[in-house]
């Protein structure tokens, strides 16, 4: 089979350069803190003593903020806590001190550069950025100092906490009590380090569905039990002081605030104000425009409906108090409208009103910022769902106004810019989704977006220069910990990550958490990529009792072994951690390695209950005792989590999950139905069931799945043939109800192997597995056996049941090298090529960790031709060897089945993702495996 890519976009690879693991704690940046003294270093704190932190009155107050942080940090490592003082250029000081500023804003920089012409020009006017480095005689009355300069507001407090971390202050120190190291002393190389602008301008989350989970855990911590006056938001400015400085030491910048029950500038008048004295840009969500919260403060302010057709004026004066009110501040408007409780306005409206609504939200703006060019206030569009159909039917915004893409809310971006669109003044960002209330199912419990694939995505908007602003639905946050720091260090910068190194990025994050040694980190990465691999097979929101085949190739036992597994090596590495680190390591690995475990081994079990209650075994019961026990154990973890530290979680748990009804949240967590079998009777055929690997019945007796008919049906066919993995097949001997018996498996034939050939069954054990394998040396092509299943069953007559036996000995020619046919297929893991052939520099690559089971390719870089389609046949390609035993010259029939990741068309409708299948050297076969439909009409009905 040769697969051939019929598809041109898009993606330029940054391939970051590996730095090895230090002691430090730093996740990909650069570092520059060391804590032994050594030549040419700086000493921040040794000896007992911490250099002094020199900082000028007229610095911005958030900077100001963020330097006491910057000390109590210094403190909480190593103990001793440095003096903060405004000085001027005057100052006097033997000791060296740490002299922070923002250039074009601290007199003091200003004051050290006019001394000292120091070189700021990688920092002046560059957005963000930062540079810290010794300076000598920085001051005439000092001697020596460490200069920190930010270019700008933010730059400054960047520099401050990436120092942090490095001195060993987790960004999660409070939201996920990730215990400091200490360290005596501290020291930063001369050198210092720096950081440019970054990738993505506004990066940053977005608090949504914050029911029941983040708002009960808000309304217990922050509030004195009922929340805002108007709203009854807990989302106060004690919520927000947490949130921003979380957001500032994740190097964020923008924040879209909870919405569905709380009005950002309404829940506490403080909110706006402590946004921008933190330095966070504040925004709202796609849905609500200029400032203003839908659908809680139109409720409480609006006059008539949210309807721009009809109430106009009202919409229109609601707007200019939103506009006015957030004047002072720093701010991304919303531009647009939609429906009231997000939903698409109604059907009469059309383009020409939402063009009406863009060019009246300009006129505000241009009203009330008078005297600033309406061009230059930072404004964003939002091309979701039906407004997106709207911009592909040729709706346009003015060309300073960012477009914000959004992917399809599962994490597969709808669209993306393309090279006509690229030049645009406002430039473009992204909405994306780690958290959902959307039809078909919500999925707001548990992390299940695999790091892969955010990268998968995100690259391409990276390279397709969506950069402007990047916002991810983070839902109540927790736990999507590690989810939400990829996604901004990524923003920060992308040139740091790429598809082969995020592993890395996995295992410096577990070092810096839980103090690892870098054999364990690495296996806490394996450990997270499995778990988002497990849930993002299916969401487990999603999860039923047939999500994985009960009688097919293992797989639900597989799946339920694997959960057992992967919570084994969580648990060896919780109960090995000191105590300090045990409630930091529960909150984003083991509980939800644990609770995704508990729920997946349920629904597995209960699968498992009811095909053995329809085939009347007995071990029926104990599956469904199992059930009973996990959904307990569901609660217990969830109990486990709230209880952890006093409380201080409590509530974060509370998002049911517990079997769905339809796409919105179960009202409690229900069971699902488990059946037993009456234990006290002996099932009609017997007290021995017989239930082969492969069918979903049982021998003896009558059952649906045995043939056509549903009875007299003969007894099971079991084949095997040569080239089947596991090289075995196996028959469960069951109880068939309360009394014990005896077997005996027997052959009439030398070939076939039995293990265990004999057992005993009772209620306390109620199924004994037998393996049955061949012996190929005496077998040559099809060869057939008869299996006897004796019971001795005290006080009943001998029971025997048969069973057949077909073993099929396929050879494949000798030097064949590639994958053989078993079972009637091959199944083929991408990565596993016999050839790949690059064409124009472009070549599949395998991207760890993608998809369900192993990885997956891509071509790569993604930018190549030009953007420009391969004709089928003529593009990079991909081959697999294999050889089957019906062969199309045979005149049999070969289906090939393509695993794709549901990546969208994002070069738009009329550039699908095209695929070409070629078998052997017959015509290559095209497929577009997503339908070139407007992206408009491919996402959700429903969706936030
Ligand atoms: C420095 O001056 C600012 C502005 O007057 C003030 O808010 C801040 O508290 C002062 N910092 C210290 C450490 O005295
Ligand atoms: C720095 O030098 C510039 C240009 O000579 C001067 O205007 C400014 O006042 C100086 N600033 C300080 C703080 O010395
Ligand atoms: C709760 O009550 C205490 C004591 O009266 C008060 O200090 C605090 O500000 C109140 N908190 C809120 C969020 O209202
Ligand atoms: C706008 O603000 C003014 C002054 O606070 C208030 O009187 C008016 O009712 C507000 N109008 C709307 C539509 O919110
Ligand atoms: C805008 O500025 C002009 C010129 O300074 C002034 O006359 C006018 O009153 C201002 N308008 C508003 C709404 O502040």
Redesign the pocket.
Known sequence: MRLLNWKGPSLAVFLGSLSALRNVHAIGQATCVSFNSSPSVFSVVSGGRSAPLFISEDEWPGVQRAAADFASDIEKVSGISPTVSNVTSSVKSSATPIIIGTLGQSSLIEAVVNHTKLDVSSVSGIWEAFMIKEVANPLPGVPKAMVIIGADKRGTIYALYDLSEQFGVSPWYWWADVPTTPNSEIFISSSGCSHGTPTVKYRGFFFNDEQPALQSWAMEKFTNGTGAALTGSPFNHFFYTKAFELMLRLKGNYLWPAQWSSAFAVDDSQNQPLADFYGIVMGTSHEEPMMRSIPVEWGL???GPWNYSTNAQ?VY??W??GTIRAKPYENIFTMGMRGDGDLPLSETTNVALLEKVISDQRQILTDVFNGTNVTDIPQMWALYQEVLAYYEDGMRVPDDVTLLWSDDLWGNMLRLPIPSEFNRTGGAGVYYHYDLVASPRDYKWITSTQMTKTYEQLSQAVDREATRIWIVNVGDLKPYELNTEFFLAYAWNSSRWSYDNLDTFVSAWAQREFDLSSATANEVASMMTNLTRYNNRRKPELWNSTTFSLINYREAENVFSDWDALLNASTMIYDSLTPEFQPAFFQTVQHPILASSTLGKMWIAQGMNSLRVSEARLSANDLADQVEQLFEKDYDIKTEYHQLLDGKWNHMMDQTHVQYFYWQQPMADTMPPISRMQSKIQALPGAMRISPEGSAAAWPGDNPNQCAAGYSCPPPTITLDSFVPLNSRYIDIGAGGPSPFTFTATSNVSWLILTPSEGSVSPSNPEVRVEATVDWNQVSGVQAAQINFNASVPGQPFESTPAYFVANHTVAPSGFKGFVEGDGGVSIEAAHASRNTSVAGITWVELPGYGRTLSGITPWPRTGNDFNNFTAGSGPSIEYDFLNFNTINDGGNVSATLLVSPSLNSMGPDRPIKIAVQIDDQTPQTVAFIPPVRSGDASSAVGW
């Open positions: 302010f609006g006059v009202n004066d609601f200019v108090n």
